[in-house]
Structures are given as structure tokens and as C-alpha cells.
């Protein structure tokens, strides 16, 4: 009888996790669920994930690549967007 509440609550896991983009761990999970009205443990869901090797991944950085308030040279506009072909 265990297994098919836990098989009902593998399905509900993958879909707040995969609605979280594959961010959310057991702990957000487990308060998702709890707002839906289910009655779960953190660990309860920490081990069906781990038993589904569903992990949680981490949102990337985002990193600054261009620096447009710099003292370099800036190379002067040769073509001033004029291109004409001859050929």
C-alpha cells in the first residue's frame, strides 16, 4: 500500500520539479506539497527523490562579460556602415 502512495508522489514531485525548471530540492518540494494539502515529510521525499535519482541543479551565475565603461582606445569607424561591393 506504501508504494502506490509513493508512486502517486513521484508524479507529483516531477511536476513541482520539472514547473521549478529542476531547481527546487526536497525541502521546497516538500512545502509545495504541504500547501497542496498532502501529508509528507522532508525526508520521505528527500528518499523518493534519492530512490528516482532526481537531483536538484543550481541556477547559473549570471556573469557581466562586456565592460563599456573602460579607458581603452576605441578604433574609429572606418566603413561608417557603408558597404558597397564593386564586385
Known amino acids: 500500500m506504501r508504494w502506490k502512495e509513493n508512486e502517486h508522489l513521484l ?8 514547473n521549478s525548471k529542476e531547481t527546487y530540492g526536497s525541502p521546497r518540494i516538500t ?14 521525499v528527500a528518499d523518493i527523490m534519492r530512490a528516482a535519482e532526481i537531483r536538484a541543479r543550481k541556477p547559473r551565475k549570471y556573469i557581466v562579460t562586456t565592460d563599456s565603461k573602460h579607458n581603452y582606445p576605441i578604433v574609429p569607424n ?3 556602415r557603408k558597404f558597397r561591393a564593386t564586385r
Open 11 to 18: 508524479t507529483e514531485i516531477m511536476d513541482i520539479f520539472e
Open 31 to 44: 512545502e509545495e506539497l504541504l500547501s497542496k494539502g498532502m501529508r509528507v515529510s522532508k525526508n520521505r
Open 78 to 80: 572606418v566603413l561608417e
